[in-house]
Structure formats: C-alpha cells, structure tokens
C-alpha cells in the first residue's frame, strides 16, 4: 500500500516538474530579455501566481475538467492527469520567477555569445550551461512546490486509494480517521524522498555542471 | 572525468525513465472502472474498502471511491463526475430522482446517529428521554457542542434535531468546524464538547478520543436512522449489478464479518 502511494507521488511531481520547468525556463528567459509593452504587468501578474493557493489552481481545475466544464471531454477529472495539471499550473510561475531572477549578467553572457558568433542551438546550449545551476536551482523549488502540496491534488485527484492517493493526500486522509502516527509515518517518508531528491540534484549541481 | 559527469545524468535521466514508465500503466489493466462518490463516513470507517473487493474480483470492475462529503458527493455525481454515489440523505436522492439522473435507489446498510459528549457530564443526562430533550440540556447549559456545519447527510440531521427541540443553535458554546466527521470528532474530544455522530465512525474512533463517551443513543427512534443509499447513473446500467450485489447473501456475511472484525457487535445493519 505503501509502495503505491510513494509511486503515485513520484509519477505525480517528477513529470509535473518536468513540464513546469520545461514551460518556465523558457518563459522567464524570454520575460527577462524581450521587451515588450505590457512586461512589467506580466512580471507582477507572475509574481502574484507564484503565490497562488493551491486550494484556489484546484477549484479552477476542477471546474474546466468536470464533465460540464469546458474541457470535461477529456475526462481526466479524479486521475493523476488532473493532479499534474494543477501542479503544472501552480509551478510555472516559481520557475518562471525564479528563472528571472537567475538570469543575472546574461546581457554580457548575450555580448559574449554575438562576439563568438554563436546562434540557433548552439547559442541556447551555451545559455543552458552557464546558467546550468541556477536551473538547477528552479528544478529544485519546483519539486519542492509539487512534494508539499496538497490542497489542489486533493480535490481533482479525489484521493482515491491505489490511484490518486499521494504522500500528502494520505497524510489528510490518515488525520481525518485520527491515526495521528500513521500520518506520522507518511509525513516521515515524505521527507525522505524529498532529501533524495535534494540529494541527487545537489550531486547534479556540484559534481557534473562544475 | 568525463565518463563519471556522463554516467551521473545517465543514472538521473534513467531514474526519470522508470517513474514515467511504471507510472500511468502501472494499475490501469484491462478492468473496467467506475468513481462512486461517497459520503466520507462509510468510506472512512473502512466499510467500503471491506465488502467491495470481492465484487470487483467477480465481475473484473474496480471501483474508485471519492470519498467527500453528502453534498458534494451529489454535485459531483450532478456534473456526471462519476457513475454512482453512495450517501445517506434521502432527500438528495430524491432530488436526483426527480431530475431523472438515477432511476432508483437502494437502501443496503444501515447505523445510527448517537450523540457523544465529555465522559465528565454523563450523569446529567441520565433522565434524558429523547434526543430532543438532550439537545434542550445542552443548550440550557451553553455546553460546547461541535456542528459539522457543511452540507452532510450528518449536518442536515442535527438541523432536524434542532428544529424538533424548537430551538435554534445560536449559543455561545456551539463551535461550527466545518469539516469531516473524523476531524469534527477530533475537535470535540479536544474541546471536550457534545457531538451528533453516526456509530460506526465513533466506535472505529473510540481508542483515539479519550474524553468522550456516548451520552444519547436511541434506536427505536426514527430521526437516529441512518441509511445508506446506494444509486447510480442510467447511463451505466452496469451497475445495477452492484446494485443487487448489495442485497444478497455474501454481502450480507460481509457485513457480519466486518462488524466483528472491528465492533464486536452489530453496527452496521443490513437494511431489508
């Protein structure tokens, strides 16, 4: 029982994390060196979502999948699908922030680049690897985001067992029934996985972009 | 050290490989599903998990239990979020009834409602005779009494209560948790307060709330009833075999087995 609910976790945030930074990092770069008429409200609109409730990207969620929503063709509401997308959803804006802030020094990094005459591919695998930690660093708060969260899982993965029950769903649920060590525990392997994660990706940070 | 820098991302691009891999396939085998959308009492007390299994393996369905409160088990159920519900409140059913989105519905279990309290008062409700009266009791003395306070079948019945004792819960001592039975009964154990709760939920809970005790209970009367309905969606007739499954003989031996397992004695009822 366990395992399922650490597996379910891991294929909830891995691959919404993938996709929030996949969407993100891209988006911060192009809000950091573009310039265009409404940049300053979309870097403040960015800000605001990157302290969205989860509760409030859930209900959201929850009202374009159901079945009467606009997208209930999909039916997706109550599976893990639903659940990515709300994270997806309430990560891009951290990534996106983050990677704005990140991007320090990238308009030299940009000169550097026109001077060696790098373009296309080649000038974004540049970019990519000389700010390799600081996407690290976003990859990181992501995971971080995705692990926690709760409020928004829980209503459109419903918390179904052996399906879209995760580490932080099964804590509530294990609360609601008063089984306070249980929650213990689960709270405990949370952790856990989330010190993995951590783990590894400092490895990534430290040994291999160094 | 190149090879070492290559081996790492390769390790970390497999360990990605293998979530994505087992992930959506894992637990998606060639059975058909349905969602029930549940009221959170007989689901949480385990009941659901304990008589379904043996269906599901039979006929090769699973069912996918959204455990929410009365109310919003019926709104989800409304939006044809999922193909059958299981709750307590007949007038809901009655509703979905007259709005043509179940056929009919079947009454399986059946428990009651009792009103708990702080172990401390019990001798002042000795002489009680009836719920109403209890309910006067408390609010005579401004005793703390924890409400629901969300649309549950649960609520509705204390509501009722209220209404049958001429009296409106407006005092000082009555705390609105808005939340689920299990954490409303948390709160009351630690409040030390008066609680309306459906037995089943109360004795699967008994060991974790040290203060209370049951200070009302009464099962001829008819407003204590506590029946749980089961309905589903014309559009999946298949489930009409859970329907009937709910009325035969294994499930009535499962019932037996589960209040024994976990009671002792008869909580939940077969209802006829």
Known sequence: MLANVVLSTLVVCIPSTFLAVLIGVPAGYFLKIKRFKYRKIVIRVVYTLSGLPPVLAGLLVYILLSRRGPFGFLDILFTKWAMIVTQVILIIPIVTLYTLAGLKNIDSVLDNLDYLSMKGRRKYIAIVREYSKEIVYAIVLGLSRAISEVGGVLIVGGNIEGSTRILTTAIIFEITKGEFSNALMLGAVLLAISFTFNTILQILQGDVFD | ?272
Request: hydrophobic content about 40%; some cysteine; aromatic content about 16%.
């Open chain 2, 1 to 272: 050290m190149k090879t070492q820098r290559y081996l790492k991302s390769l390790i970390a691009f497999l360990f990605l490989i293998c979530v994505f891999g087992v992930s959506f396939f894992s637990g998606t085998a060639a059975v058909k599903t349905y969602k029930i959308a549940t009221t959170t009492s007989i689901y949480d007390s385990g009941f659901l998990d304990f008589v379904t299994p043996a269906f599901e393996k039979k006929n090769k369905v699973k069912f996918n239990f959204i455990s929410v409160g009365s109310g919003q088990a019926v709104k989800i159920f409304k939006n044809g979020d999922a193909d059958g519900i299981i709750i307590h409140e007949k007038s809901f059913l009655d509703e979905l009834k007259k709005e043509k989105l179940i056929n009919s519905y079947t009454a399986f279990v059946s428990n009651y409602f009792v009103l708990v309290g702080p172990k401390d008062k019990k001798d002042l409700f000795k002489k009680v005779k009836s719920i109403q009266e209890a309910f006067v009791l408390i609010r005579k003395n401004n005793f703390k009494f924890v409400s629901r306070a969300d649309n549950s079948a649960t609520y509705i019945r204390e509501l009722e209560i209220w209404k049958l004792s001429k009296l409106k819960p407006n005092f000082d001592g009555y705390i609105k948790s808005g939340q689920g039975m299990g954490m409303s009964l948390n709160l009351a154990n630690e409040k030390k307060a008066f609680i309306l709760t459906d037995e089943a939920t109360f004795y699967k809970m008994k060991n974790k709330l040290d203060a209370l005790d049951v200070i009302y209970q009464n099962p001829n009367d008819k407003v204590l009833e506590n029946i749980y309905y089961f309905a589903y969606s014309p559009k999946k007739m298949q489930l009409s075999k859970f329907a009937s499954y709910l009325k035969s003989k294994e499930f009535k031996n499962l019932v037996n087995s589960f209040n024994q397992k976990f009671f002792k004695k008869e909580v939940y009822r077969i209802v006829k």
